[in-house]
């Protein structure tokens, strides 16, 4: 951090000074050269007067003239005889008018048919304002400089924390934050390294999580299969030494049908987190879904077909249906006797509610329930089977259309699940 603080600061002062240069000689020299053309037009008529009066007067009036010039002007005159003068006379053999300091407006006029030189100048500005004037201009790089430098240290203090920060989170601190107060803000660079924090520790807890929930659930069918090995090496009995083979084979099952939830659950995560979404018809994903579930179970399902008018709405018909399955088979495994599916509309969005005349679901847990490999502690049991995926798997799908999926208490008394998306493709 420090080395990029002073190769910016270094690089400042290169362009500063090539600037500089580049006035200097380029533009110093063109500059200076229309600087004298100027000063000479400035004073051609003060020199075409003092020449009508040097021809309309005799030598003896005209220098009672100049001399009797105010000597508190700040533009001074005096005479000179050619042969009198410090510099070349060959200045004069071009142009009668010879611009000696175009600063300090410095000039001399040689009459015409004469040995004469009138040098006006140089102007005796208020010295005070003089001097003001050149301390500004000799403090204007150093000012420029200082507070350029003021600026980047500031900038650099900031940089500095945040990389501070970010060393911090790469040494496995994903606690740590950066301030976000006006003095210590980069733009919107501290709020978007924050976002970054929450968005890693929460993606690397929830990989903790699943790798503790997954090797969970593994244990227990693996503890199985290896009791019913060891009674099986034992076991002489042909129908118990089949009992346990059963036993093994379901347990095997089990661990498949923990795979492949594990790999759908996989897949929802590293897919893009939104689809591209077509009208399709929502009657037929539901009928679809329903079909597949009724001879699972004897719970009736009651869905009221959607009219024309609301059927075709956006979504991707694949990942909804699954996200409406596994509502639907969490819905079968807690009810007594009904579920109801419903549809609503309004401007906004399109809802799938699903009821359930179960127990339903504390308010404390319908925030939980859609972590991966979440249980709850009641009614809602491991008895009921299932891995704690279908409902995360169900929160995926909702994200990825731009929704959400909410928990209420259902009309007939147990839980309805609300599955909604914007009805205009995100």
Known sequence: MTRLFISFYVVLFCLISAYSFVEDVSVGTWLSDMMVIDKANDYIGVFYLMEHLHKSLDEQAFDKAITNF?????????????????FDPKLFES?????????????????????LIVRIGPINTYEPLTEYRSWYESGYYPFLALGIFLWILLF?????????????????????????KGRHRVGSLNHSFNLMAIQ?????????????????ELRTPMARIRFQLDMLYEENDKNQREEYMYGISDDLNELSNLVDELLTFAKFDREPMTLKLQPNSLNDSINNVIRTRHFDSDIRINYQQQTNKFDFVPFEPKNLERAIGNLLTNAQKYTLDTVNIIIKHD????????DD???????????????????????????????????????????????????????????RFILSWPRSPH
């Open 70 to 86: 105010p000597s508190q002007s700040n533009t001074p005159l005096k005479m000179f005889n050619i042969n009198n003068i410090d």
């Open 95 to 115: 142009d009668s008018i010879y611009v000696a300091d175009e600063y300090n407006d410095l000039l001399y006029y040689r009459f015409k048919e004469s040995d």
């Open 200 to 216: 890693i520790e929460k993606l690397v807890q929830g990989h903790k999580n699943l790798t503790n929930a997954v090797a969970h």
């Open 156 to 180: 650099h203090t900031k940089l500095k924390r945040l990389d501070k920060a970010a060393i911090e989170l790469g040494k496995g601190n994903l606690s740590v934050r950066v301030s976000q």
């Open 347 to 354: 401007k906004k969005l399109t809802s799938i509610c699903i």
């Open 357 to 415: 005349d179960g127990p339903g679901i504390p308010h404390e847990n319908r925030v939980d329930i859609f972590q991966p490999f979440k249980r709850l502690d009641d009614s809602r049991t491991r008895e009921t089977g299932g891995y704690g995926l279908g409902l995360a798997i169900v929160k995926q799908v909702a994200v990825r259309h731009g929704g959400n999926v909410s928990i209420e208490t259902s009309p007939i008394g147990g839980a």
